[in-house]
C-alpha cells in the first residue's frame, strides 16, 4: 500500500543541524532508473573472490575434452596456461533458480541475481525486490569480524539500482550480485579510486575524528526524526528505512572495529586517481587492489562483477565494435561466434593477470593464491540458448592446501551450482551444509 501523502524525492530528516538524505521509498512515487587470527594449523587466512561474467560463453571454446588432469585448455582458456596447476574447470553445475520457473523472460536477471544465492528472484520492477542471502554475505557475517571490512563487493561497470531492466525484472537483479538479506542488495563500488581508499586510508586525523564522531551521533538524531515519518509510510517504505538505518549501524560497527584492530601499513602502491578510459586498465587496476586487500588482510571476501549480466558493451579494442549481448544471440552465424570469442577470451586473459598476481605474491609457505579460491563463471551457459545447466565455472587456488587443482571436474547433470559455495565456506571455516537450492557439498574438490 502506498500512502496518499507523497513525499518528495528531496526529502531530508533534519534534527540539531544534522541532515540526512533518504532511499527512494513507494511515498516518492514511480521509479526511474538512475545511474586478525591466522586459523589454526595454517600459515595464512584462507580467502574467496567471486568473479562474474555476462552473457555466457561459446562453451565449445570453454569446456576441456578430457577429465581429469590429462586435459588440455581450450581457445578461450589458453591465457591460464601459467596457472593450469591451480585450477580446477568445473563442468556440469547448474543454477536451476535462474531458469523461468513459469516467471517467462528475464534469464539475465535472473542469472546474476541466483549466482551467489540459489534463490529465486521476485519478478518485479518495484521496491518489493527479494532473492535470497549470498554467500559471500554469509562468510562475511561468519569471519568478517576477523578484518577491517567482512567483504567488499566491486564492479567496473555502472548499474541502476531500480528501474526495469530485463523483462519486468528491476535493474538490481542485472548489476547485484551480493545481496546482505533476502530484500537488501549490496550496490558494487566501481570507481578504484573509491575503494581504495576505503581500504586504505590514512590515520585518522584530529578533524577525521571529529567528523567520525559527528557521523556516528547522526544515527540516533536521525533515528528519532524519522519516527514521524512512519504513520506516512506503507510496509514496504518502513522495511526499507528499517534496513537503510541498518546499513548506517553497520558503517559505525565497521568504524568501531577498525579503531580495535591494529593499523594498516599502507602499501607501496600508487592511490588510483578514478575510472581509467580503458577498460582493460579498469579491469587490472580493481585486480591489483584485490591483491593488496587480501595481502594486507582488509578483507577476506570479495564479490567482483567484471559487467553486468545481459551487458551490451561493445569491445572496438579487440576489434569487436558490437555490444556483446547483442552478439552472444549469434543465431549459430559463425562471424558472430568469433567475435563472442574474442570477448570471451579477453575477460579470461583479465582472469589470468589476477591469477598470476596472486601466484607471484608470496606469503607464509607458499603463495597468495595457495591461500585463496578465487571462483569465475557466469549464470548463463551458451548465451544464445539462455540456458543455465552445464554452467562456466572455473575454481582457481589452493585454498589453504584443501583443494586438489589442475583438472577438469564433471559433475552429474543439474548439480546445484550452490554445492560449489556450500564446499567453499566449509573451507573458510563455515560449518553450513545447506544454502539457497543446495544439495549439500561437493566431495570431489
Not at 587466512?45 to 555466457?56: D, E, H, L, S, T
Amino acid at each position: 500500500m502506498i500512502p496518499s501523502n507523497k513525499l518528495s524525492r528531496r526529502t531530508v530528516l533534519r534534527s540539531m543541524g544534522v541532515a540526512v538524505s533518504l532511499p527512494w521509498l513507494e511515498a516518492m512515487g514511480p521509479v526511474t532508473a538512475w545511474s586478525a587470527e591466522t586459523p589454526a594449523g595454517k600459515t595464512a587466512p584462507n580467502r574467496m573472490a567471486f568473479i562474474y561474467v555476462p552473457n555466457g560463453k561459446n562453451m565449445d571454446d570453454w569446456t576441456p575434452k578430457a577429465e581429469g588432469t590429462d586435459f588440455d585448455l581450450p581457445a578461450i582458456l589458453q591465457p591460464l596456461a601459467s596457472v593450469k596447476d591451480k585450477l580446477m574447470v568445473l563442468s556440469g553445475l547448474t543454477a536451476d533458480k535462474a531458469r523461468a520457473h513459469g516467471d517467462g523472460g528475464g534469464d539475465h536477471a535472473r542469472a546474476l541475481a541466483s549466482f551467489l544465492t540459489g534463490a529465486q528472484a521476485r519478478k518485479t520492477d518495484g521496491t518489493d525486490i527479494r532473492v535470497g542471502v549470498s554467500v559471500d554475505q554469509i562468510a562475511a557475517s561468519r569471519i568478517g569480524e576477523k578484518t577491517r571490512l567482512a567483504s567488499l563487493e566491486i564492479g567496473c561497470e555502472h548499474g541502476a539500482m531500480a528501474g526495469n531492466c530485463d523483462s519486468g525484472y528491476s535493474c538490481v537483479y542485472s548489476s547485484t550480485m551480493s545481496w546482505r538479506s533476502a530484500t537488501q542488495p549490496l550496490p558494487k563500488e566501481v570507481n578504484p579510486k573509491l575503494v581504495f581508499e576505503r581500504l586504505f586510508a590514512s590515520t585518522p586525523d584530529a578533524n577525521r575524528a571529529k567528523r567520525d564522531a559527528r557521523r556516528k551521533s547522526i544515527l540516533d538524531f536521525v533515528s528519532q526524526d524519522s519516527k514521524d515519518l512512519t504513520g506516512r509510510l506503507g510496509r514496504n517504505d518502513v522495511r526499507k528505512l528499517d534496513e537503510y538505518f541498518s546499513a548506517i549501524r553497520d558503517i559505525e560497527l565497521r568504524i568501531e572495529r577498525a579503531e580495535k584492530l591494529p593499523p594498516i601499513k599502507a602499501p607501496d602502491y600508487a592511490a588510483p586517481a578514478g575510472i581509467p578510459a580503458a577498460y582493460d586498465e579498469h579491469i587490472r587496476l580493481m585486480c591489483d587492489i584485490v591483491v593488496l586487500a587480501f595481502q594486507a588482510d582488509v578483507t577476506r571476501v570479495v564479490s567482483f562483477v567484471l559487467a553486468n549480466e545481459g551487458s551490451n558493451k561493445p569491445y572496438p579494442f579487440i576489434e569487436v565494435p558490437e555490444g556483446h549481448h547483442d552478439l552472444s544471440h549469434h543465431g549459430g552465424d559463425d562471424a558472430k561466434k568469433a567475435k563472442i570469442r574474442k570477448i570471451n577470451l579477453f575477460h579470461t586473459q583479465q582472469l589470468a593477470y589476477l591469477l598470476q598476481k596472486l601466484k607471484s605474491t608470496p606469503e607464509g609457505d607458499g603463495s597468495l593464491l595457495d591461500h585463496a579460491m578465487i571462483a569465475y563463471g557466469s549464470g548463463n551457459s551458451d548465451g544464445n540458448a539462455h540456458n543455465h545447466d552445464n554452467l562456466p565455472i572455473l575454481l582457481a587456488g589452493g585454498g589453504c592446501g584443501t583443494l586438489k587443482t589442475g583438472r577438469h571436474v564433471r559433475f552429474a547433470n543439474e548439480t546445484p551450482l550452490n554445492n560449489l559455495w556450500v564446499s567453499m565456506l566449509n573451507r573458510m571455516e563455515v560449518d553450513l551444509t545447506q544454502i539457497g537450492d543446495s544439495t549439500g557439498g561437493l566431495s570431489q574438490l
